[in-house]
């Protein structure tokens, strides 16, 4: 037995590396930290502690629980052994588990996971992060990884959709250098399956730096799946360069169309900006929540959209715009009320409405081709009705400047050659592609 209140230095057997201890129950995390340096070590302590976990559930009755379980003698209880049938059923569950809901490795270290544990499984012993991260989760992946080219090669035809995704805090002390650090490439498959159904699956989705060339990247995840050669067309955003031959986003050309309108109108970013504002100080003010529960629809904005400053996606601003159109006369009630919300005149609110009236066929044209269902067979009967909706129809009479530089986004030089690429790939019988 070590004295309690003894200092003890503690060195280790394969580098000489020493930590004093201030006694015998003074933390160890510190040590277990250093043993990752030796593996072998390292796996020597986790397969003791396995075992005395083991042991000492099977000695330790819970209380309360007087029922003993009997075990045949066709050898039942080796199926809880480290390489028993049920504790590897229960391994892949957990890893399982973890990858589909996107919980943390750590959550098997929590004192709850580990008790519901012993509910339901007593005689399992759970497995620590360190195991799950370095021998399941490699596991699952190559399993997934092996299942997805066996799909890959059954396809004769995939088509590429691919965009990047930057990381932007949207925080006053954080700068545009430090926000870019963090930039995600997406690239998933899409194609018909022996079943002659849509399918889809997601490649990669890598961390890259600015000055990557993707086109490099995308070669290699292609050769990585063996698909370099059923490549049929590559679709990508608006605002990235692959270096290589493939077909800008029409959802993107549409944003940045809208965008292009936005500019036609005087007082537009100030109005955006107290109607942040005010959903901003609803979402913080739980009582006039609970008074005027009709507006609790604005609780849905994300808080992404409201920063100040931050440009807001021209659909997360038809959301914000409608939700206030539709709860017109709660917002004015509560304006006049509370000195400190926004109030917003008549002049507004007709601002308002227009603009909610001309983003609504968009905003579902965008949302349909966003459908995994949707193919490009859909994309210019769509682009014709909104010209149709916002320049032809005898309704179109709010800011005409507006409409106008919608239609000529849409009729931008890229689209158009998209259309032509488009015709040509028809007259294929190109597979859908998800837009």
Known sequence: MLPKNKLILATCKSCEYKKT???????????RHHLNKHPEEMAQLLEFEETENKNKILRTPRK????????????????????????????????????????????????????????VAPKYVPKSRWTLSRSHLPSLYEKIRSRIINQLEEAKYISITTDTWDG?????????????DHTLLSVTAH?????????????AARSIKHDINIHLLLQQIFNEFKIEDKIHAILRGGAMDTGSHSIWCQAHILTLAVSDGFKQI????????????????IKKQQSLLRDFPQINSFLEISERDLFKGNEVRWNSCYEMLNLLVSNMNSVNILAMDNEKL?????????????????LRPIYNAISFLQKRTSSVGYIIPLMKAIELDLIIQPVALEFPRVRAAIVNGIKFEKHMQYKDYLIFEIRKQCPPIIV
């Open 342 to 358: 926004p109030f917003f005149s008549l002049v507004d609110w007709t601002m308002m409405e227009h603009l909610t009236k001309i």
């Open 64 to 119: 309360g629980f007087r029922k003993s379980i009997k075990i045949n003698s066709s050898g039942g209880g080796t199926q809880w052994d480290r390489t028993g049938s049920m504790t590897k059923r229960i391994d892949e569950a957990i890893i399982q588990m973890i990858c589909t809901d996107i919980f943390p490795l750590s959550i098997t270290d929590g004192p709850g996971f580990r008790n519901f544990l012993k509910v």
């Open 266 to 281: 005087d007082g537009f970013t100030e109005l955006i900006n107290r109607v942040k504002d005010f959903i901003r100080r």
């Open 21 to 31: 201890l201030k006694n015998a129950q003074a933390s160890k995390s510190s040590l």
């Open 191 to 203: 194609f018909i399956n022996k079943h002659m159904e849509p399918s889809f699956c997601v490649l």
């Open 168 to 180: 932007d805090c949207n925080t006053n002390n954080t700068t545009k250098k430090e926000t870019s």
